[in-house]
């Protein structure tokens, strides 16, 4: 079966550091992979999309980029973090029809 | 534009009485509409879709929900609630835009009360 892992799980920055999130997924290949930021735990807005190993799509233009040097695995990056990045960072993953989501990494930037 | 509404911020249910949470959505063509459950500092869980077919949907943990085309509604149901349904629940239709990225609505926060 497939499953999908975040890490780290909980992530305490300070304003102006470095962030690397990562996420990987077992047990599928080539699967299209995107990632989420969720603000005040309430709604969902979606970053970054991938449907390949080097193919990234943005949807907002902001302080984040992404990554998928691998089949199975998508990195969330930033050079300089901003106090506007907190949040619950999900990665997901799809599979005919369907999004399946990761466990999360709560991000507070101080 | 393509869109999908919540239209309540929080549903307070009894434990043991029917609970619907409400959705609605604007989208081109047929949609694929998608019912989560989030429970606190969790990644979202899939509880049912609608692709085609039956307009009742059956899901997970007793959940069903019912497509209306009319009322372009998605509304979730469960027939008797239970302390452990509370969570934040969110709604979602496929963009039609491609790669299969989905529009979410702003979550409904559902508290069962024993």
């Known amino acids: 079966s497939q499953t999908i892992h975040q890490w780290p799980a909980t992530l305490v920055q300070p304003v102006g550091s470095p962030l690397s999130l990562e996420c990987t997924v077992e047990g599928t290949s080539n699967p299209n992979l995107y990632w989420y930021r969720q603000a005040a735990g309430r709604g969902l807005q979606l970053l970054f999309y991938?449907?390949?190993?080097?193919?990234i799509s943005s949807e907002v233009p902001q302080n984040l980029s992404a990554s998928r040097p691998q089949d199975r695995q998508f990195i969330l990056s930033s050079k300089k973090l901003l106090l506007s990045d907190s949040g619950f960072y999900l990665c997901a993953w799809r599979t005919a029809d369907t999004q399946y989501f990761g466990p999360g990494t709560r991000l507070t930037v101080l | 534009a393509q869109s999908v509404a919540q239209p309540e911020d929080q549903v307070n249910v009894a434990e043991g009485n029917p609970l619907t949470v409400k959705c609605t959505y604007s989208?081109?063509?047929?949609?694929?509409l998608f019912w989560y459950v989030q429970y606190p500092n969790r990644g979202l869980q899939f509880l049912l879709k609608y692709i085609t077919g039956d307009n009742l949907v059956k899901g997970s943990y007793g959940f069903e929900a019912e497509f209306n085309k009319s009322q372009t509604s998605f509304h979730l149901k469960k027939p008797s609630a239970l302390v452990s349904d509370s969570a934040l629940y969110f709604c979602a239709v496929r963009d039609t835009g491609g790669y299969n990225k989905l529009i979410f609505g702003a979550g409904t926060r559902l508290a069962v009360h024993p």
């Open positions: 991938s449907v390949g190993i080097g193919q």
């Open positions: 989208v081109s063509g047929n949609p694929y």
